[in-house]
């Protein structure tokens, strides 16, 4: 298997601290990252972003014109590339927050850049893994379940033939349980597939995707007949008999 080649992936940094962008490039181009943009604000960021397409966005929460929350829900108006939240925060409300808005990964302060380039390699790895299973797992097959089309070739998901904006995670969620329609996943198994962590932590931002995707997917959200609940066990992608 071919390694990632890790000099022609872009990375956008994000961030008020000309010293932290700085020491993250540095460690970058010492780890063969050889293409790194930067921001100082969210609004520069959120351009650079839509302009140039970048790999991966790592991005400060604490900014001066708008907080990198909302620079990431408008990033994902547009790109679904992995968001790295940097962050002083380290409560789990506020990891939750980050990565139930769209982050895929949450780094506290103090960091150490190296650790920065671990994990944007670790997502670059994990995407390099996930686009060698839907080859092996026929991508090209679309999923039908009752009025959700998933066209798997596009990775693009259709309700009455409208497309449905979905995040990264969103996608991913609901792809597996599509895959395994009818069949009870426990929470545990959800965050290993889609998160690629343990499921310590994860509870809540579980639940918050799930609600995510019911709202863009349910007639009735709060009574949801596609995405169901089994109390104690996990959820159920329910794919009726036609």
Known sequence: MNLVNNADKKILLIDDEEDITDLIEDILLKEGFKNIRKA?????????????????????????????????????QFSYCPILFLSAKNSDVDKILGLSMGGDDYIT??????????????????????????????????????????????????????????????????????ENSNKIVNKERLCEVVWGEDYIGYDNTISVHIRHLREKLEENPSKPEIIVTVIGLGYKLVKRKE
Not at 47 to 73: A, F, N, Q, T, Y
Not at 127 to 155: A, T
């Open 109 to 178: 302060k103090p960091f150490s850049p190296k650790e920065i380039a671990f994990r944007i390699k670790a997502q670059f790895r994990r995407q390099q893994y996930d686009g060698i299973k839907e080859v092996s797992d026929n991508k090209n097959e679309n999923i039908k379940i009752s009025n959700i089309n998933i066209d798997k070739l596009h990775s693009q998901v259709y309700k009455e033939d409208i497309e449905v904006k979905l995040t990264a995670k969103e996608y991913k969620l609901l792809l597996y349980l599509a």
């Open 40 to 76: 100082h604000c969210g609004l520069d960021g959120i351009k650079i972003c839509e302009d140039e397409k970048p790999d991966i966005v790592v991005l400060d929460i604490m900014l001066p014109d708008i907080d990198g929350i909302e620079v990431c829900k408008k990033i994902r």
